[in-house]
């Protein structure tokens, strides 16, 4: 059964502080990685990934891919009050074009 | 252009009664999924519309679910007899046509069965 596994499940941190989170998955017939950021309803899209070792970025969000260890890393640089949130890690496979999300790391920056 | 739009917004039922959801995806877009994102949890996918072909409904969870589209546009997502259980925000996405393309989220229907 295919899983995706993100961590931390909450973090909290001071405005300017830079964050990591992580996602680990196991998928049959791996495809893309995707992040949205889920602030209340509509999860908005930040990145996908289908090729490992290239970064991508976005003014100070990136995120890469590591295909042989199975799992996708999305950093935060400077963090402001605006990106508290819940980021959602999601794979795609060969097997459908539903994706199969993650539970989500919720994140609080303090002023 | 316009994203995904989504309607109502909210909807609270009671145990017993039939909802409509509705869902207007990104114009062009033939691809159409419907997920359920129940509290404190991630999106579990419904089912999915590509175009003219068999909806994928593998994750309907129980026959009183079901989902219409008709042709590329409007979708329909219809819950009979509802449930506690089906409190839930209901989410729309569509996408182009094609094995990697990103999916795009509408706002969310939330709906309460009490």
């Known amino acids: 059964e295919d899983k995706v596994v993100q961590s931390p499940l909450s973090l909290v941190v001071h405005e300017g502080d830079t964050v990591t989170l992580n996602c680990s998955y196991e998928?049959?017939?791996?495809?893309?990685l995707l992040w949205y950021k889920q602030e209340k309803k509509a999860p908005t899209f930040l990145f996908m990934l289908t090729s490992s070792g290239i970064e991508k970025k976005s003014g100070r969000l990136s995120s890469i891919l590591d295909k042989k260890e199975l799992f996708s890393i999305l950093n935060i640089t400077a963090t402001q009050t605006g990106d508290s949130a819940v980021y959602l890690c999601?794979?795609?496979?060969?097997?459908?074009?539903?994706?199969?999300f993650g539970k989500g790391t919720s994140l609080l920056v303090t002023p | 252009g316009a994203g995904v739009s989504q309607s109502p917004s909210n909807k609270v039922t009671e145990k017993g009664k039939d909802v409509e959801l509705r869902c207007d995806p990104i114009?062009?877009?033939?691809?159409l999924y419907w997920y359920r994102q129940r509290l404190g949890q991630g999106l579990e996918f419904l089912i999915y519309?590509?175009?003219?072909?068999?909806?994928?409904k593998s994750g309907l969870p129980s026959d009183r679910f079901s989902a219409e589209r008709t042709g590329e546009s409007v979708s329909t997502l219809t819950i009979q007899r509802t449930q506690q259980e089906d409190s839930a925000v209901y989410l729309c996405?569509?996408?182009?046509?094609?094995?990697?393309?990103?999916?795009?989220f509408g706002p969310g229907t939330r709906l309460l069965v009490l």
């Open positions: 999601a794979v795609n496979s060969n097997s459908g074009y539903a994706l199969n």
């Open positions: 519309f590509q175009g003219n072909s068999a909806p994928d």
């Open positions: 996405a569509s996408s182009r046509p094609g094995g990697i393309e990103t999916q795009y």
């Open positions: 998928v049959t017939n791996f495809r893309s």
């Open positions: 114009s062009g877009h033939t691809a």
